[in-house]
């Protein structure tokens, strides 16, 4: 980073253009980050394939364990095929054949994965009446589960895999599968039979773009109403190292809301303030996985309201990874994770092959809990759009889109900006005003690797007033405006 002079001010106002990567002094100096390659970026489709440890066991046709199969301290490898895409940004790799996840999403900038992936594979919760085959397993990635709750039907099954577009430019391939089966033995509390439901997941990378675009696709087959859960789930380890990805205890939820509550066996969550009403909780503490005392489930309550973005940011590195959607289409946000002394207690996973591991799951729902239905119209059909974006340099997020994230916060007489831009080589414009005048009011060059941070300065304060921000590419096209009280 080359850092000039100090800059002029205008009308009074001290400026500053900092990379994320220098410490937040207010100094009123600008600095010029470096702006993305020039040449040319495409997207690449490959086929590839990765190797997966888990412990012995079998299955029936129907994806039952097979009575006394189990062989925990006998390990063997599962190799699976995959389809990676890559552009200058993300490295994505794809796994139809066991649940139609994306498994892996390493942002290039910076060479750190921001799922999650288990090193051993452990079958859990066996005839506890909780999961749709009586059992589960953890492997990790994105992945879609439906008709029911609790990981749904479709966790393991192979997807249909399909390549819809190839271009220098963009890539966007389909993984299917249609709910035309069923599991006798599944517990009580499941759907018996099948509902017909059709789900496609298509996933898409485009030249210079810093983020992931996916889009589900559910079809209701029948000629009659019926009810069904859907949901996207998470397993989130943002700025990990690639080959052994995992929460630390610098990792915080992010989400635009207040109060969550807790199913009564995750009552250990709660922290029994009910002034926000009775069963609610203040969302302040639990967002941070340290505080996670052990594994349990919450809500956002009463649901995710029109907030469009939620993740999670690892402190310790600024890295974060964060869903980008309309959830008022998916309104349901549950969080899950193992504990906090998953990630402190953690043990080697080929030696001690325990299922608790350290990561944050997050689920978006079109219904607001497990086992509360949404009803789905006679052959109708729901869309369900998603950007995955990896942030750098970023303490937060207020406000997003699928152009730019940031964080816009004013206390006293100090307004600070933190942007990440979806397409970093599109030179920006980035406007602070505080009523009529003008904070800021430059040309920036995203910086991909660091984040970019601009501080400015009201002279004369003004708490309760607001301060409007709107970057535009250099063209004047608006992609993000947003606003703040200073505090």
């Not at 729901?382 to 406000?399: D, F, K, L, R, W």
């Amino acid at each position: 980073m080359t850092i000039h002079a100090p800059s002029t001010t205008r009308a009074g106002f001290a400026v500053a253009v900092l990379s994320a990567a220098v410490l937040p002094v207010m100094c009123a100096f600008h600095a010029v980050v470096h702006a993305a390659s020039a040449a040319p970026d495409r997207v690449s489709l490959s086929e590839q394939t990765i190797t997966w440890s888990t412990v012995k066991y079998a299955t029936d046709a129907e994806n039952g364990l097979v009575g006394g199969s189990l062989d925990s301290k006998t390990i063997v490898d599962r190799t699976f095929a995959t389809h990676v895409l890559e552009n200058r940004y993300l490295k994505v790799t794809l796994l139809p054949e066991f649940g139609g996840r994306i498994l892996s999403i390493v942002y290039k900038p910076t060479g750190h994965e921001q799922l999650y992936r288990t090193e051993v594979g452990v079958p859990y919760g066996i005839k506890g009446g909780i999961f749709y085959y009586d059992w589960m397993m953890v492997f990790g990635g994105i992945f879609p589960t439906f008709p029911d709750p609790e990981h749904g039907k479709t966790w393991l099954k192979p997807w249909d895999f399909k390549v819809v577009k190839e271009s220098p430019s963009e890539v966007t391939v389909s993984m299917s599968l249609k709910d035309d089966f069923a599991f006798s033995a599944a517990p009580q509390q499941f759907k018996p039979g099948s509902t017909g439901i059709e789900a496609t997941t298509y996933v898409t990378l485009k030249a210079d773009r810093a983020a992931l675009d996916a889009r589900v696709v559910l079809k209701n087959s029948q000629d009659k109403a019926i009810d069904y859960e859907y949901w996207t789930c998470t397993t989130l380890a943002p700025g990990s190292d690639p080959k052994r990805p995992r929460t630390t205890g610098g990792a915080e939820i992010i989400a635009p809301i207040k109060a969550y509550s807790t199913p009564h066996w995750s009552a250990n969550l709660a922290d029994g303030d009910e002034s926000l009403g009775a069963g609610k909780s203040r969302f302040e503490k639990l967002r941070y996985f340290r505080n996670w005392p052990t594994m349990g489930i919450a809500y956002a309550a009463p649901d995710m309201g029109a907030a469009n973005f939620w993740g999670v940011i690892n402190h310790d590195n600024e890295e974060g990874i964060i869903r980008i959607a309309d959830n008022t289409v998916t309104p349901g946000l549950k969080m899950w994770t193992w504990g906090f002394p998953s990630f402190t207690n953690e043990t080697d996973a080929r030696k001690d092959p325990n299922p608790q591991r350290p990561y944050i799951e997050l689920w978006a729902g079109v219904s607001d809990q497990f086992f509360h239905s949404a009803r789905f119209p006679a052959l109708g059909e729901v869309s369900i759009s998603e950007t995955y974006a990896p942030t750098v340099g970023m303490s937060n997020v207020t406000h997003a889109n699928d152009n730019i994230l940031i964080n816009l916060v004013a206390e006293g007489a100090d307004v600070t900006l933190q942007f990440f831009s979806i397409e970093p080589a599109t030179p920006l414009r980035v406007t602070l005003k505080h009523g009529d005048a003008v904070l800021f009011d430059e040309a920036v060059n995203a910086d991909p690797k660091n984040g970019n941070r601009i501080s400015a300065t009201i002279p004369a304060g003004g708490s309760g007033e607001q301060v409007r921000l709107t970057i535009r590419t250099a063209e004047g096209k608006e992609l993000i405006a947003a606003e703040t009280t200073i505090k």
